[in-house]
């Protein structure tokens, strides 16, 4: 055997380290004579001690990894002393997501400690599995740098990614955790307005069902006993051609409240189809939009209140229900 091998089984680390691209790095090693006979995923736990074996495995499925300059694909494969390894090292999507990306963000109030932002339908507020960029997250770091320094970066609730409308976002610690306090005391108002099939029973109703995982579809939510308490008020506005115009008043704030507690009453959203909704009014999503958003002020204690006028596409099929008249004063009306 040869003195390179015999110095490399010393040190069990990779040999060379080399630049790859932003979000990759290059790394080679002799496999030694301790190693031999080893899987490869193993080797590469102790090439990339930083990484789990499952996103080692990742990177072998994907092509990353060589074997005496051949793409080795298996994970099982047993390597043999003095083989020449080389893996490119791509950080997990989840150890990319936070960071700036400029996406124009609608804002209509700032200070030095809370913003509220107008989200439009189809922007994702956190990144998570299938959306690690191009969020709500990712533009506030862009727009604020010392966002970065906050958990979440400020963000203290969520809107769904196809529901449009008012939330508010913490910019200092102290906005933050003033925030979060008040959420969980339920004393923020927050009001959405909807359009749900079907003829509602009562014109005002208060629904309290828990709300969990649906464990026959994991991907949504359901009223089930080993949910958490959850509370919507809802208030007919208007009738007609088989859709309601409803308003919705959160008094907890549950993953899918709304469309959840409606559909629990038979009345899903108009256009949800992942909770039996379908497509009318020409919505091609879900018929949400979160219209009134009110609360003290976490610093000063200031009340503030705002108002935000639905996106086209809602605002033209809520109008074939209510009319245009009384859609221009669904602002006042919601201030109640």
Same mark, same amino acid.
């Given at each position: 055997?040869?003195?390179?091998?015999?110095d490399?089984?010393?040190?069990?680390?990779?040999?060379e380290?080399?630049?790859g691209?932003?979000?990759s790095?290059?790394?080679t090693?002799?496999?030694?004579?301790?190693?031999?006979?080893?899987r490869?995923?193993?080797l590469?736990?102790?090439?990339?001690?930083?990484f789990?074996?499952a996103?080692?495995q990742?990177l072998?499925a994907?092509?990353?990894?060589?074997?005496?300059?051949?793409?080795?694909?298996?994970?099982?494969?047993?390597?043999?002393?003095?083989?020449?390894?080389?893996? #490119?090292?791509?950080?997990?999507?989840?150890?990319?997501?936070?960071?700036?990306?400029?996406?124009?963000?609608? =804002?209509?109030?700032?200070?030095e400690?809370?913003?509220v932002?107008?989200?439009?339908?189809?922007?994702?507020?956190?990144p998570?599995?299938?959306?690690?960029?191009?969020?709500?997250?990712?533009?506030?770091l862009?727009?604020?740098?010392?966002?970065?320094?906050?958990?979440?970066?400020?963000?203290?609730?969520?809107?769904d990614?196809?529901?449009?409308?008012?939330?508010?976002v913490?910019?200092?610690?102290e906005?933050?955790?003033?925030?979060? /306090?008040?959420?969980?005391?339920?004393?923020?108002?927050?009001k959405?307005?909807?359009?749900?099939h079907?003829?509602?029973?009562?014109?005002?109703?208060?629904?309290?069902?828990?709300?969990?995982?649906?464990?026959?579809?994991?991907v949504?939510m359901?009223?089930?006993?080993?949910?958490k308490?959850a509370k919507?008020?809802?208030?007919l506005?208007?009738?007609?051609?088989?859709?309601a115009?409803?308003r919705?008043?959160?008094h907890?704030?549950?993953?899918?409240?709304?469309?959840?507690h409606?559909?629990?009453?038979?009345?899903?959203?108009?256009?949800d189809?992942?909770?039996?909704?379908?497509?009318?009014?020409?919505?091609?999503?879900?018929?949400?939009?979160a219209?009134?958003?009110?609360?003290k002020?976490? =610093?000063?204690?200031?009340?503030? /209140?705002?108002?935000?006028a639905?996106?086209?596409?809602f605002?033209q099929?809520?109008?074939?229900?209510?009319?245009?008249d009384?859609?221009?004063?669904?602002?006042?009306?919601?201030? #109640?």
């Amino acid at each position: 055997m040869s003195s390179a091998l015999t110095d490399a089984d010393a040190d069990p680390r990779p040999d060379e380290v080399e630049p790859g691209d932003d979000a990759s790095e290059i790394r080679t090693h002799a496999v030694t004579l301790d190693q031999h006979g080893e899987r490869l995923d193993k080797l590469l736990t102790t090439l990339a001690p930083e990484f789990s074996r499952a996103h080692l495995q990742g990177l072998i499925a994907d092509g990353r990894v060589l074997l005496e300059g051949k793409v080795s694909s298996s994970a099982s494969t047993k390597v043999k002393a003095g083989w020449r390894v080389q893996v #490119e090292l791509v950080r997990p999507a989840q150890d990319q997501a936070f960071k700036p990306e400029d996406i124009p963000l609608s =804002v209509v109030y700032e200070d030095e400690h809370v913003m509220v932002v107008d989200k439009p339908a189809g922007l994702v507020v956190h990144p998570a599995a299938g959306n690690w960029s191009g969020t709500l997250l990712n533009g506030i770091l862009h727009r604020d740098p010392k966002a970065a320094a906050l958990p979440r970066a400020g963000i203290v609730h969520r809107l769904d990614k196809d529901t449009s409308g008012l939330m508010v976002v913490g910019r200092t610690l102290e906005g933050v955790t003033g925030l979060m /306090r008040d959420i969980a005391s339920r004393v923020v108002s927050r009001k959405y307005l909807a359009l749900v099939h079907g003829r509602l029973k009562f014109d005002e109703d208060s629904i309290e069902a828990p709300i969990g995982r649906d464990p026959k579809v994991r991907v949504r939510m359901a009223v089930v006993n080993s949910g958490k308490w959850a509370k919507t008020e809802i208030s007919l506005v208007a009738y007609d051609q088989g859709i309601a115009a409803v308003r919705c008043t959160l008094h907890t704030g549950r993953t899918h409240q709304i469309r959840v507690h409606l559909m629990f009453r038979g009345h899903p959203l108009v256009s949800d189809e992942l909770y039996g909704g379908r497509p009318a009014l020409g919505m091609t999503r879900q018929a949400l939009h979160a219209a009134h958003l009110a609360f003290k002020h976490p =610093v000063t204690g200031e009340p503030l /209140r705002f108002d935000s006028a639905p996106p086209d596409d809602f605002r033209q099929a809520w109008a074939t229900i209510v009319g245009d008249d009384l859609l221009e004063d669904f602002s006042d009306d919601l201030a #109640e």
